[in-house]
């Protein structure tokens, strides 16, 4: 069998595949997210700890030996690690907002697009950037104590093998590589104010590392480390070709189309995501918050989500009036534009509105940013989605009405599949990439509600520019 390891931002998750890619077991564990004033951490230790139970649980599950493994996981953030690779603090989420004041100063004084010129990295509080000058100015004795700041997969790689710390190409997208050269680039550190600490940063591993593993899975298990989970996602919903894209409607909201090209003009938004192939590119823009509005939502209107397919046909396109600017995150949004201090707006409520209004609301607020991420990535082909969101019918058939095109969907653990392939490519190892990534289904939409919400989303991109007016003001 195959295993995909996939570390998640509050789910840590391990497949097991069979040679066609069907998936013979899968084993999840919750893991804890501290929240507080913007700031948002996870213990590497409860993070690392689950790594270990569900592989151990997966491996005595399915009682076939592992051919080979591989690793993926949330992106972004800094897990700062000392020179055995034990964490020296908690790690900063790739949601954490301290670093805003930060990122205003660079918006303002044109560090930011500079960078974005530079990378075709619009960098946001939570990524490595913004967070490690913020550490540098505000808790330096972090920095002092750490050998390396890695990423969350890398993390979990160096414990599993004991190898060096390293990254690959796609973690290190944002912000500091040159997508041209697929190494550092330098004047983007000290631009940043941090010359002094770049001996942090993780060697590049292009390709990705390898090595086996001495826990966790049986010893001597070879394992891959990458690509992290969007462009994992990408290559398990099998997209590869230039123009063809992927949604991923998870915790975050990803939107990402495969391309060859590299524009580093317009509005500095979203990232160019190096692949393993030389050339090819994925232009990512991943919104803050995708299911994790709806479940607020839900969660504040006492709702659970199994209700939510009968809410949406409880009421029709439109909610009768309640729309949703469905931008909850704490640090605000960050494609298809940066705007540190914007924040969710529910307008249209009254006495009258029901639960089902405002879960269709929700539901059509995160279509429209997707479709608004779409357009800004240039999609052209084919659209694939996945994520926790493609588990409600109803809601696929929202989305699809809402974006105008037909969706291929792919369920199951994709980003976990993503790695396999990811670790086949690399071991050389021969996988039918094409069986491995077969849809489960094709939702196409109505023509009568698309063309209802292709106005409804004009409505939204003004409401929108005018929530963007009020959060600078």
Not at 171 to 200: C, I, K, Q
Not at 280 to 290: F, I, K, N, Q
Not at 316 to 337: D, K, M, Q
Request: with cysteine.
């Amino acid at each position: 069998m195959y295993v995909g390891i996939d570390v998640g931002t509050s789910m840590v998750k391990a497949a097991a595949f069979d040679g066609d890619g069907r998936e013979l077991a899968v084993e999840a564990r919750p893991v804890g997210l501290a929240l507080r004033g913007g700031v948002v951490e996870q213990d590497m230790e409860e993070v690392y700890a689950a790594v270990v139970d569900v592989l151990g649980t997966l491996t005595s599950r399915v009682d076939e030996p592992v051919e080979l493994a591989g690793l993926t996981g949330q992106g972004d953030g800094v897990w700062l690690v000392d020179k055995e690779g034990r964490p020296v603090r908690p790690a900063a989420s790739w949601m954490d907002g301290r670093a805003h004041e930060l990122l205003d100063q660079w918006l303002a004084d044109g560090t930011f697009e500079t960078v974005f010129r530079r990378t075709g990295s619009a960098m946001f509080p939570g990524c490595p950037g913004p967070l490690l000058a913020w550490f540098d100015r505000y808790e330096p004795a972090s920095l002092d104590a750490a050998a390396t700041a890695l990423y969350c997969k890398d993390m979990v790689f160096r414990r599993l093998t004991g190898a060096p710390a390293t990254t690959d190409v796609s973690d290190a997208s944002m912000p500091f590589l040159d997508p041209r050269t697929r190494t550092y680039d330098n004047r983007v550190v000290e631009l940043l104010g941090l010359t002094h600490r770049r001996g942090l940063l993780a060697p590049v591993g292009d390709p990705i590392a390898t090595a086996e593993a001495r826990e966790g899975l049986p010893a001597g298990t070879q394992i891959a480390n990458g690509p992290y989970d969007l462009p994992s996602c990408a290559l398990g919903a099998g997209v590869t070709d230039p123009g063809d894209g992927l949604l991923i409607v998870g915790t975050c909201l990803a939107s990402l189309v495969a391309t060859t090209d590299l524009d580093l003009s317009g509005e500095p938004a979203g990232l160019y995501i190096s692949t393993d192939r030389p050339g090819h590119r994925l232009r990512a823009m991943p919104a803050m918050v995708g299911t994790a509005a709806l479940d607020w939502v839900l969660t504040t209107t006492g709702v659970g989500h199994e209700e939510v397919d009968g809410l949406l046909a409880d009421t029709p396109p439109g909610a009768n009036g309640v729309r949703v600017l469905p931008y909850f995150a704490p640090s605000g949004e960050r494609a298809p534009f940066v705007e540190p201090r914007l924040r969710a707006e529910l307008t249209g409520v009254s006495l009258e509105s029901t639960k089902a209004d405002l879960v269709r609301a929700t539901c059509e607020g995160i279509g429209f940013a997707a479709r608004h991420c779409l357009q800004a990535a240039g999609l052209t082909g084919s659209l694939a989605v996945c994520g926790g969101g493609t588990r409600s019918p109803a809601w696929m058939r929202l989305l699809a009405d809402v974006l105008g095109r037909p969706l291929r969907v792919v369920e199951g653990e994709v980003g976990a599949r993503g790695a396999v392939l990811a670790a086949a490519e690399r071991y050389g190892v021969a996988l039918d990439a094409a069986v491995w990534t077969e849809p489960t289904a094709v939702v196409e939409p109505d023509a009568a509600r698309s063309a209802y919400y292709a106005k409804a989303y004009e409505d939204h991109l003004a409401r929108l520019a005018q929530a963007r007016g009020r959060a600078r003001a």
